[in-house]
């Protein structure tokens, strides 16, 4: 039984590293920093977020930044369930698991000082990923407000607020309610200063047209 347990935490372990490390490759960081030699974190909000390199580069690569940050997410949380799910059953826990520590990656990157992004796109994957109800709040939500109001940050606030709330009524367990405030409350914190200007009325609404530089 002993050994059992312990190696069900080294699993959860090595999912927790792998889905950091994966979420580390920030697609904006990356293709900013070494294919355009212009770092997207010295322009515009000084975000490394996909709303803040598309306004500040625009053009097709930001496809590339889109299929970068969806790609890692869905590998990260492929990773969770095959390592928490064989041979324990704990699908659901590894992917929130997973979710977890690839957001913190794509937000706090080691290899970029970890200044990273917000992790709207990553964590939306993520919501897909582990539940098709989830993902129906999160990106309803999200969807709705930002074709009403304009403004991508009050629909990644909702995403990040309605995630615990929607996970307690789908997985009511104690510990992958945890992991979904824990989500939820990192996407509302990296948003706390969109948050002041939406109070403040100075936020920028999002425009399909890039800013010039």
Same mark, same amino acid.
């Given at each position: ?23 580390? %490759? ?8 070494? =294919? ?14 996909? /709303? ?13 930044? @889109? ?20 041979? %324990?059953?704990?699908? /659901? ?26 992790? =709207?796109?990553?964590?939306? /994957? ?7 109800? !989830? ?16 403004? !991508? ?12 709330? @929607? /996970? ?6 104690? @510990? ?6 824990? =989500? ?30």
């Amino acid at each position: 039984m002993e050994g059992m347990v312990g190696h069900m935490i080294i699993r959860l372990l090595a999912a927790a590293a792998a889905a950091y490390f994966l979420g580390c %490759f920030n697609g904006a960081v990356i293709i900013s920093k070494y =294919i355009l030699k212009d770092d997207v974190r010295t322009h515009g909000s000084g975000n490394a977020g996909l /709303t803040n390199f598309y306004r500040v580069f625009g053009g097709p690569l930001t496809l590339v930044v @889109i299929l970068c940050d969806v790609l890692k997410a869905v590998l990260a949380v492929l990773l969770g369930v095959w390592l928490a799910g064989t041979p %324990f059953g704990w699908e /659901t826990l590894g992917k929130y698991l997973a979710g977890l520590f690839c957001l913190l990656g794509h937000m706090f990157p080691c290899m970029f000082h970890f200044k990273g992004g917000k992790g =709207i796109l990553s964590g939306g /994957t993520i919501a897909i990923m582990i539940d098709w109800r !989830v993902a129906l709040v999160v990106w309803g939500g999200f969807i709705l407000l930002v074709v009403l109001t304009k403004y !991508v940050s009050l629909g990644s606030v909702w995403a990040g607020g309605s995630f615990p709330f @929607i /996970t307690w009524i789908c997985y009511p367990e104690w @510990i992958i309610v945890i992991l979904a405030f824990l =989500i939820g409350g990192l996407v509302v914190w990296q948003h706390r200063a969109n948050i002041k200007r939406l109070l403040s009325g100075t936020e920028n609404k999002f425009s399909l047209r890039k800013k010039q530089k």
